[in-house]
């Protein structure tokens, strides 16, 4: 099985790991450079993206996960993860960084506040057997996107799946549902880079 890393500095960090193993990859906790260097690929979770843009500076794993990316390891983010892989954030608040990897702009906190999260299905480009529940919670869209960019799903209007190359991202939390087909896409993914 590929060694797939969940970024384990604030976040969902648990429920990723169970949607991976679930997804047939051995999923690890990534804290440190030394173990993001033992992956064949990451996911960013939900959370707070200020936070964990902080945090990763803080334990001098910014620049790593930077060259990881492009390098092109496989790295899938979920709603705070999606923010971190954007190359611009329309409304960052300070000492906001990003990892960039995917040539889009986002908006934070886009639907609305908390108590505006919401479930819905959404149907994802390359996911079979109907709509995945998605579950926005403070969830950012994607404002606009680069040529390189393919749109993955779409809901209101606004762009909330997308992938460039090695970089997997949603606006909302497969990870909480119990259903693991987009896990499972981005192992395939992990599996055909490795
Ligand atoms: N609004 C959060 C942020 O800006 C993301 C929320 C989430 O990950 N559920 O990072």
């Not at 990881?68 to 971190?84: K, S």
């Not at 995917?102 to 149907?123: C, K, L, P, Y």
């Amino acid at each position: 099985n590929p060694v797939v890393g969940v970024l384990a500095l604030q976040g969902d960090v648990r429920e990723h790991l169970i949607a991976l193993a679930v997804a047939d990859a051995t999923a690890r906790e990534v804290r440190r450079p030394e173990e993001l260097a033992e992956v064949d690929g990451l996911v960013i979770p939900g959370g707070e993206s200020t936070t964990i843009s902080k945090l990763a500076s803080l334990f001098g794993l910014l620049e790593p996960l930077r060259t990881r990316i492009a390098d092109g390891m496989p790295v899938y983010g979920t709603c705070a993860g999606l923010i971190l892989l954007a190359d611009k954030i329309l409304d960052p608040r300070s000492g906001q960084e990003t990892l960039g990897g995917i040539d889009m702009i986002v908006r934070r906190n886009a639907f609305g506040r908390q108590n505006e999260s919401f479930e819905t299905g959404v149907d994802i480009e390359g996911v079979e057997g109907g709509p995945v529940e998605g579950v926005f919670i403070r969830a950012p869209w994607v404002e606009s996107v680069g040529a390189q960019v393919e749109v993955l799903a779409e809901h209101g209007g606004h762009i909330v799946a997308v992938r460039q190359d090695n970089a997997l991202a949603t606006s909302f939390h497969p990870e909480l549902t119990g259903d693991h087909r987009v896990h499972a896409m981005f192992v395939d993914m992990v599996r055909a880079a490795s």
